[in-house]
């Protein structure tokens, strides 16, 4: 039986452990932390694997990645056996993946999106590509969990509406939900390339938020050696948690972390 295990930690120093055992390891992201090096951001000197490494004093293998401003469930082997089982779930699309996301406007109350994705090259990072890519499928299903209408003339209306909302991507595509969102109409607050500029500068000077508010809540996926189902979650933490509490909206989130996985 493999137990998870909890640990409050300096978040600058070391990364809070979600679950370990001897095969792979947990732990929750913060918004801002690279998950490894990369040329688009080559002042970055702290990445969650090195940070990782350093705190459990072995190497770690990163089998999925989360954007940078993204928080949440971050999964790492503790072997490249192991990495393989893990990275062959994802690939397979065998894994669930739970997001929250905060959006502009108030998005149907549930639904999917089917919208094909096409890889951009980077500019830095891709330099070596020189076209892009075909496009590939890529699906999130959506449900909204909760409003707000705020007396603020932003845009083009009299008020500001938000919500909050639940996301499962089937695919990882780069940017799948964030592409998504917008796609759909309802851009996430905080998103600085595909949002809308005038609703992100409004929660960093009302609300003091200036990070992308979206967060993996949860991974649910099979042990790759045990078989066991698991189960690994991590609140949205930090800005984002105090969003969700400014708004009212603390028992809407409770009311979908007791839905089933």
């Not at 295990?5 to 992201?29: C, G, M």
């Not at 009299?158 to 695919?171: F, M």
């Not at 595909?194 to 990070?211: A, L, P």
Request: charged share 25%; glycine share 6%.
């Amino acid at each position: 039986m493999y137990r998870p295990i909890s640990t409050s930690t300096d978040p600058v120093e070391t990364l809070p452990v979600i679950y370990r055992d001897e095969h792979l390891v947990a732990v929750n992201k913060p918004s801002g932390l690279l998950v490894h090096r990369s040329p688009i951001d080559r002042h970055e000197t702290r990445f969650a694997l090195q940070v990782l490494r350093d705190q459990l004093g072995q190497r770690v293998y990163p089998v999925h990645r989360l954007d940078k401003p993204t928080s949440g469930v971050l999964l790492f082997a503790l072997s490249p056996e192991v990495a393989r089982l893990l990275s062959a779930q994802f690939a397979g699309h065998r894994v669930g993946k739970h997001y929250l996301a905060v959006v502009r406007g108030w998005c149907p109350e549930q639904g999917e999106i089917d919208h094909a994705i096409r890889d951009k090259p980077d500019k830095l990072a891709d330099r070596d590509r020189q076209s892009e890519a075909p496009a590939r499928e890529a699906q999130t299903a959506y449900r909204r969990l909760a409003t707000v209408e705020l007396p603020y003339a932003l845009d083009r209306y009299p008020q500001s509406r938000y919500a909050l909302v639940a996301l499962q991507p089937r695919q990882g595509r780069k940017h799948q939900l964030r592409r998504h969102m917008k796609h759909l109409g309802y851009p996430i607050i905080g998103d600085a390339k595909y949002g809308k500029g005038v609703h992100n500068r409004f929660f960093q000077s009302e609300f003091d938020c200036d990070r992308l508010l979206l967060a993996c809540t949860a991974l649910i996926l099979q042990h790759p050696l045990s078989g066991e189902n698991l189960a690994l979650s991590a609140p949205p933490g930090d800005r984002f948690a105090a969003i969700i509490a400014r708004f009212g909206w603390t028992d809407a989130l409770r009311e979908e972390d007791r839905q089933p996985a």
